[in-house]
């Protein structure tokens, strides 16, 4: 339609110049007289000046139809444009809420773990620091990002070979550490998937209420355990030293028969040996006091009362051959006024009470031996503090060294220490058991080498 305008506009325009051309020689605008006709040459030209402005209509016409076609076609292509640009916007917003609640959510159960969890990269630097992290090492997260990881949390008992280790040979590497009876961590490194940069990852886990109560649980099957043994002893020892009493003390009825000489000989010998049967009926005693002593409920007692009977049983149980007696030591006794009486098992009490005194007494007899001139004591305290009963042992024998003060409360085996266990009069996880187990309270141990021992111990009065 373009290239047919164009030709019909150029014939025009040569139809008019040629005319115009051989006006000269026909002279078409000349009347009869030979003079211009201007009428035909308005005429002409009107004439002529239509066309032209025909054809330009025409032209015009066809090219705004042209443009209002373009003008349609791109107005659609618009729309579509726009509406591809929408809806691609509208796919990458979604994608992009999606990843933002993906990364809350994962960020979110990081956040959540109960256990330490740190990040690093390759350069070993902070790149992901949980809240249990914040909470144990007291460091916001945002003031450690980025930080070398020894610069962040200086403390971490991590090495640089350790790290390093677990980076090179991707495997995962399992640390243990603890202070004994104080707390356990399991530490877990482990190297992320290859990818656009390589990074670690530290897993800090407290064990430390696990470990206490897997403790607490063997304590307890042992201690059962040892009830009963300790019955089945008592009743099996009771019966051929009820014998050897019986026996004794017949030959101490005989001795009135014998010549002066023999029984000033044998006298001492046979008092000797019915002390040693009643200290030995004694033990069987506390044995099955001791079977029986996780057997029914709760009782008041009075602590001043136990400590006392306690005391006379130690003055029977505890004494050595041809040396110190129990009830050689001076006790000094010092009970306070209105000392309410509390709810607890009597006989595991006493048997608390009897070992504390049994430590006392054998640390007592070492520093006897060492010393000459050394007057052996206890002082036994008990007072009421606020809504507690609290109780106080105190000895002046030979002291515990640090490491004994460790240990004395802890049970016979050892999660991570390769000390020797320390002599079984010096252990007192028993006593620990039944004061914090059950009877909730507190013990505690102050020392000193030269000066002796202080058992400190709390009974709540409800």
Same mark, same amino acid.
């Given at each position: +339609?373009?290239?047919?305008?164009?030709?019909?506009?150029?014939?025009?325009?040569?139809?008019?110049?040629?005319?115009?051309?051989?006006?000269?020689?026909?002279?078409?605008?000349?009347?009869?007289?030979?003079?211009?006709?201007?009428?035909?040459?308005?005429?002409?030209?009107?004439?002529?000046?239509?066309?032209?402005?025909?054809?330009?209509?025409?032209?015009?016409?066809? %090219?705004?139809?042209?443009?209002?076609?373009?003008?349609?076609?791109?107005? &659609?292509?618009? %729309?579509?444009?726009?509406?591809?640009?929408?809806?691609?916007?509208?796919?990458?917003?979604?994608?992009?809420?999606?990843?933002?609640?993906?990364?809350?959510?994962?960020?979110?159960?990081?956040?959540?773990?109960?256990? +330490?969890?740190?990040?690093?990269?390759?350069?070993?630097?902070?790149?992901?620091?949980?809240?249990?992290?914040?909470?144990?090492?007291?460091?916001?997260?945002?003031?450690?990002?980025?930080?070398?990881?020894?610069?962040?949390?200086?403390?971490?008992?991590?090495?640089?070979?350790?790290?390093?280790?677990?980076?090179?040979?991707?495997?995962?590497?399992?640390?243990?550490?603890?202070?004994?009876?104080?707390?356990?961590?399991?530490?877990? =490194?482990?190297?992320?998937?290859?990818?656009?940069?390589?990074?670690?990852?530290?897993?800090?886990?407290?064990?430390?209420?696990?470990?206490?109560?897997?403790?607490? =649980?063997?304590?307890?099957?042992? +201690?059962? $355990? +040892?009830?009963?043994?300790?019955? $089945?002893?008592?009743?099996?020892?009771?019966?051929?030293?009820?014998?050897?009493?019986?026996?004794?003390?017949?030959?101490?009825?005989?001795?009135?028969?014998?010549?002066?000489?023999?029984?000033?000989?044998?006298?001492?010998?046979?008092?000797? %040996?019915?002390?040693?049967?009643?200290?030995?009926?004694?033990?069987?005693?506390?044995?099955?006091?001791?079977?029986?002593?996780?057997?029914?409920?709760?009782?008041?007692?009075?602590?001043?009362?136990? =400590?006392?009977?306690?005391?006379?049983?130690?003055?029977? =149980?505890?004494?050595?051959?041809?040396?110190?007696?129990?009830?050689?030591?001076?006790?000094?006794?010092?009970?306070?006024?209105?000392?309410?009486?509390?709810?607890?098992?009597?006989?595991?009490?006493?048997?608390?009470?009897?070992?504390?005194?049994?430590?006392?007494?054998?640390?007592?007899?070492?520093?006897?031996?060492?010393?000459?001139?050394?007057?052996?004591?206890?002082?036994?305290?008990?007072?009421?503090?606020?809504?507690?009963?609290?109780?106080?042992?105190?000895?002046?024998?030979?002291?515990?060294?640090? &490491?004994?003060?460790?240990?004395?409360?802890?049970?016979?085996?050892?999660?991570?220490?390769?000390?020797? %266990?320390?002599?079984?009069?010096?252990?007192?996880?028993?006593?620990?058991?039944?004061?914090?187990?059950?009877?909730?309270?507190?013990?505690?141990?102050?020392?000193?080498?030269?000066?002796?021992t202080t058992f400190h111990m709390q009974l709540p009065l409800r």
């Amino acid at each position: +339609m373009k290239a047919t305008t164009r030709k019909l506009f150029f014939a025009c325009l040569t139809f008019c110049l040629g005319t115009l051309a051989q006006a000269s020689v026909r002279s078409p605008f000349k009347d009869e007289e030979g003079e211009t006709n201007w009428q035909y040459v308005a005429n002409f030209s009107s004439g002529v000046l239509i066309i032209t402005l025909l054809i330009i209509s025409g032209f015009l016409f066809f %090219a705004h139809r042209r443009a209002a076609r373009s003008n349609r076609e791109l107005t &659609e292509i618009k %729309a579509t444009l726009e509406d591809r640009v929408a809806r691609r916007t509208a796919s990458l917003e979604a994608t992009t809420a999606q990843l933002a609640h993906s990364e809350a959510y994962v960020t979110s159960i990081v956040d959540s773990m109960p256990i +330490m969890l740190i990040g690093l990269n390759s350069k070993l630097e902070v790149t992901q620091w949980n809240h249990f992290a914040e909470k144990i090492t007291g460091r916001p997260a945002d003031t450690v990002m980025g930080l070398n990881l020894w610069e962040a949390y200086p403390t971490i008992t991590v090495s640089q070979a350790q790290v390093d280790k677990v980076l090179q040979t991707k495997q995962t590497m399992t640390i243990k550490h603890s202070q004994r009876g104080q707390y356990y961590f399991d530490i877990t =490194l482990y190297a992320l998937a290859d990818g656009a940069d390589t990074g670690l990852v530290i897993l800090v886990d407290d064990i430390t209420k696990q470990i206490k109560a897997e403790n607490q =649980l063997v304590e307890r099957n042992k +201690m059962s $355990a +040892m009830g009963e043994l300790a019955s $089945a002893m008592a009743h099996d020892i009771n019966i051929p030293l009820k014998s050897i009493s019986s026996a004794v003390n017949n030959i101490s009825d005989q001795l009135n028969d014998l010549e002066q000489a023999q029984r000033q000989a044998l006298t001492p010998v046979v008092k000797k %040996a019915q002390q040693s049967g009643e200290q030995a009926t004694a033990i069987v005693h506390n044995l099955l006091d001791f079977a029986a002593s996780h057997r029914g409920n709760k009782a008041p007692a009075n602590i001043a009362e136990l =400590l006392d009977h306690s005391l006379t049983l130690a003055g029977t =149980l505890y004494a050595t051959p041809n040396g110190l007696r129990f009830t050689d030591i001076a006790v000094r006794r010092n009970y306070g006024k209105d000392v309410p009486m509390i709810p607890c098992y009597a006989s595991e009490m006493q048997q608390v009470f009897l070992r504390l005194l049994r430590h006392a007494y054998y640390a007592i007899s070492q520093k006897a031996q060492q010393t000459s001139g050394y007057v052996p004591a206890i002082n036994v305290e008990v007072g009421k503090f606020y809504e507690a009963v609290w109780v106080k042992i105190q000895h002046n024998g030979i002291g515990l060294s640090p &490491e004994e003060q460790q240990d004395i409360f802890e049970p016979f085996f050892s999660n991570t220490s390769d000390r020797p %266990a320390s002599p079984v009069e010096h252990r007192l996880s028993y006593s620990h058991f039944i004061v914090t187990e059950h009877h909730k309270g507190h013990i505690a141990v102050t020392s000193g080498v030269d000066v002796g021992t202080t058992f400190h111990m709390q009974l709540p009065l409800r």
